[in-house]
């Protein structure tokens, strides 16, 4: 056969792998044989290091598949014979023969001849050859245009042999059992995708003994001694290893959910937290609701915080947790809202915050999936995990990473509350009433704080209102409970100028939009007031900036003052080391995280109320 009838007639795909310690033989058995020259592998500097220059064609393709990585090649050969093999692979000689000879006849069907294998493995020739179980295996290929399946393919022997340059140490034989684990989980995963979890510690286990078995009494590898035994090791532990695999992509991954999300119908969405946490959901609600636009969507929260979602139009239907529930009077205050939520039939249940009375609710309300999502504890009782990847992560991406791991991407993460004429008409009512000028300047102040090492203290607040009211001539509505107003005395006798508000939640949301700015502790109404698009002063105490205060959001007209200290981390662990035994809440001596002096904070809501 002449060079250009062999140039013309026959391509050699090369599925390189991560080890390119062979791949140089590879090339060089290859070098002074006129055929064209395809390469196939992962983005990889050694990998073009080694072929540039030398005329062969690279494609990319990110997989450690062989199969996916010669099925890539072939879609770029434009001959029926096709000699596919790997980058640790030298073809003899006598093999190159016995091809040229082979792609002079023809064929009716797509067909694999089988060469024998000649392989060294931990710098040992084996005298018995053996490979992968359950691999592809390298040989010359004949295509015809509908293109061949290299799984099920009828094949023949063809004389001469391929030279395996196995893996010379028994950690780069443990690194290409993980490939081949890889490989075994996208075929796992592409043949079987919804695998219960019985069903695949089954299978998993299963195959593996199939193939040990078959390793040692079939192939008897172990005759290759300590060689044989390794490998059997290996082979064996790469079938544990996919089913592992598998389990992690396709079930707790959330694989399974992200094929079907679109057939899902009715979801439940829990949030039993406060009104700054829920107010960080939102945009967990309007995500859902514009990818999943035909599903129906129910949100359960706390009372009264369910009434900042008042009007949110991408919440079907709206369910209340009563003040005062606990584990053990849950049953009797609302076992006929478990009941209600249950003839609801719902496809999937997402709990974005998981705490102990919100997980017993999730596990008592039936769904066929559930996700049970935690920032700081372990999650359970869930399909999915959702988990901790890094710990600068803001609470809006955590509650978004839901949706993101059953393959729902969110399009916006801005929080958002939908305001009704009747709250900016009863805030005009508010200021007419208490003589405020609706025209005028107007700050609104939170002093208090849920839980006290949040909070900046009292005394600062003295302070920033005098300073604000007297000294800038701007008006300021302090806001606390009834429970609270003993704690703001101080603010009322230091400057009685100063307006008090002690009403509703819905109240509050009116007058928080008409007022100039809002200065608060690290509580929920500085995040009410961001979602509205109110500028926002924020002290933030013993949390991470980030976990409540995404940077994305808290930008230009709103300003978080933050002091790194050495005793925060995402978990308190130093802020919650002292309990007070009275009220059962942490207490700090220190509070270093919150030394902010009143004159930068005036200069800061200066700035911002122009």
């Avoid at 009838?5 to 006129?34: E, H, Q, R, Y």
């Avoid at 064996?236 to 694989?255: K, P, Q, T, V």
């Avoid at 053990?328 to 009375?357: A, V």
Wanted: proline share 4%; net charge positive; aromatic share 8%.
């Amino acid at each position: 056969m002449t060079q250009q009838k062999l140039t013309d007639s026959l391509t050699v795909i090369v599925a390189a792998l991560d080890d390119c310690s062979a791949f140089g033989d590879c090339l060089d058995g290859l070098k002074n044989w006129p055929i064209r020259i395809v390469v196939v592998s992962r983005k990889s500097p050694v990998v073009e290091k080694m072929i540039r220059g030398e005329g062969y064609e690279w494609v990319q393709h990110d997989s450690p598949c062989s199969i996916s990585l010669w099925n890539k090649g072939l879609k770029h050969s434009t001959t029926s014979w096709n000699l596919i093999i790997h980058s640790n692979e030298v073809v003899s000689g006598r093999l190159k023969k016995s091809i040229e000879k082979k792609i002079t006849q023809s064929c009716s069907t797509s067909m694999l001849y089988l060469p024998l294998s000649k392989i060294i493995f931990l710098k040992k020739v084996l005298k018995y050859p053996f490979g992968w179980s359950g691999e592809p295996q390298s040989g010359l290929l004949y295509k015809t245009d509908s293109g061949p399946d290299l799984t099920s393919i009828r094949k023949e022997a063809i004389e001469g042999e391929l030279i395996c340059l196995g893996e010379t140490t028994v950690s780069l034989a443990y690194l290409r059992a993980l490939d081949i684990a890889k490989s075994r989980r996208i075929r796992m995963c592409r043949k079987t995708p919804n695998l219960s979890k019985q069903q695949l510690i089954l299978k998993t286990f299963n195959m593996a003994v199939y193939t040990l078995f078959v390793n040692v009494f079939s192939k008897q590898v172990l005759r290759e001694g300590a060689e044989g035994l390794i490998f059997c090791g290996l082979d064996f532990y790469a079938y544990l290893i996919s089913g592992i695999m598998y389990y992690e992509e396709r079930i707790r991954g959330g694989g399974q959910i992200a094929d079907q999300v679109q057939q899902i119908k009715k979801i439940l969405v829990i949030k039993a937290m406060g009104i700054g946490d829920v107010v960080m959901a939102t945009p967990v609600f309007r995500n859902i609701k514009n990818l999943l636009p035909h599903a129906s969507l129910s949100v359960l929260v706390p009372t009264p915080v369910d009434k900042i979602l008042k009007g949110n139009p991408y919440i079907d239907k709206l369910h209340s947790l009563p003040q005062g529930l606990t584990k053990k009077n849950l049953k009797t205050m609302i076992g006929p809202l478990i009941k209600e939520m249950n003839r609801e039939k719902f496809d999937l249940i997402i709990n974005l915050q998981s705490k102990n009375l919100s997980s017993l609710i999730l596990k008592k309300v039936h769904a066929k999936w559930k996700i049970n999502s935690s920032y700081y504890y372990r999650d359970k009782e869930t399909n999915v995990l959702i988990g901790c990847e890094t710990l600068k992560r803001s609470g809006i991406e955590r509650d978004l990473d839901c949706l993101r791991q059953i393959g729902l991407e969110p399009k916006d993460k801005y929080p958002e509350i939908i305001l009704e004429i009747s709250d900016l008409d009863n805030a005009e009512k508010f200021f007419v009433n208490k003589g405020l000028d609706l025209g005028k300047k107007t700050i609104f102040i939170h002093p208090i704080a849920s839980v006290g090492i949040r909070e900046w203290g009292i005394d600062n607040f003295v302070k920033l209102c005098r300073t604000l009211v007297y000294g800038h001539k701007l008006q300021v509505i302090a806001n606390a409970s009834k429970s609270e107003m003993d704690r703001i005395i101080p603010i009322i006798q230091d400057t009685p100028e100063v307006v008090i508000f002690s009403g509703s939640v819905r109240d509050m949301l009116g007058i928080i939009k008409k007022c100039n700015l809002l200065i608060g502790n690290d509580s929920g109404p500085s995040h009410l007031s961001v979602a509205m698009g109110v500028p926002t002063i924020v002290f933030n105490g013993p949390s991470s900036a980030n976990l409540y205060r995404d940077p994305d959001i808290y930008t230009d007209k709103h300003f978080v003052f933050n002091k790194e200290v050495p005793c925060r981390d995402l978990f308190q662990t130093q802020c919650y080391s002292y309990i007070d035994s009275k009220t059962n809440t942490p207490i700090c001596q220190d509070q270093i995280c919150l030394d902010f002096s009143v004159d930068e904070v005036v200069e800061k809501a200066l700035e911002l109320v122009k």
